[in-house]
């Protein structure tokens, strides 16, 4: 699992993707999310603190584009958080989706507390960037590389309300690349909320509060060129920007 991890973190420090592993070598789903641990724990080694998890392929449209048919979930650190500017210089293929993200407020005793727990909801975004080759991989894979994740950040936070079906649009240099409703996100992406404390459960892990908690992209991401300027919009929850270079 180490060796695993290892390959995966030198990958991302070093910007060169790798073959996926599981061209070279059996890994299960539960294999996978040890090598997972493992890379985490090299991030956390190097004084990263974990401020939250994001859960990935929570909508048809992900599962489509990147042919898996699983939810997955990964950790994210402060090291990730964006404020309004990103160098892509040592990334390899970034793309970026559109997010809705919830904060959490008050500690969570069971899975089932999760939605009672959570403070704030806010409009978002996901830097992606898979460390295989031509961002191509099965699901322990995905699994194993932290769920691809890169980068996010987040607009305004608002008391949380119903956000079952709201608008999302995200434009890049004022095109709109991608849109759709954060009821694609399994039906309300508060469900998706409950689903990542289950599996953080399930993993050892509790949502703290202070934790954010990406719920998944409700469309397909797309590629995150260099001198872009992203907007993401979300109904009732105004905005959110990135300026790349
Ligand atoms: C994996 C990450 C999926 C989401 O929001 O569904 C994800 C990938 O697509 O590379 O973050
Ligand atoms: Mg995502």
Do not use: C
Not at 20 to 35: G, I, K, M, Q
Not at 100 to 123: H, K, N, Q, S, Y
């Amino acid at each position: 699992m180490k060796a695993l991890a290892e390959l995966l973190d030198e990958a991302a420090l070093t910007g060169h993707a790798i073959p996926r592993l599981t061209a070279v070598t059996d890994l299960s789903v539960p294999a996978a999310y040890e090598v997972q641990r493992a890379l985490n724990e090299r991030r956390l080694a190097r004084g990263e603190r974990v401020i939250g998890v994001k859960m990935g392929f929570t909508s048809a449209a992900k599962m489509l584009q990147m042919g898996v048919d699983d939810v997955i979930w990964g950790l994210l650190t402060d090291a990730m958080l964006i404020e309004s500017r990103l160098d892509l210089k040592g990334l390899i293929h970034p793309r970026i989706e559109p997010e809705i993200a919830f904060l959490i407020e008050r500690p969570i005793r069971t899975p089932a507390d999760a939605v009672a727990a959570v403070g704030a909801v806010a409009v978002g975004y996901e830097v992606l960037d898979s460390r295989y080759e031509d961002f191509n991989f099965t699901l322990p894979d995905v699994v194993a590389d932290n769920a691809s994740a890169s980068g996010f950040g987040h607009g305004p936070w608002h008391r949380l309300r119903d956000v079952a079906n709201l608008g999302l649009i995200m434009e890049i240099d004022g095109r709109p690349v991608a849109s759709g409703s954060s009821a694609a996100i399994l039906g309300d992406p508060l469900r998706s909320l409950t689903a990542a404390a289950r599996l953080a459960h399930a993993g050892g892990i509790e949502l703290q509060p202070g934790w954010i908690v990406l719920a998944g992209a409700a469309t397909a991401a797309v590629p995150l060129p260099a001198g872009a300027h992203v907007r993401v919009s979300a109904a009732g929850l105004g905005h959110v920007e990135v300026t790349t270079r």
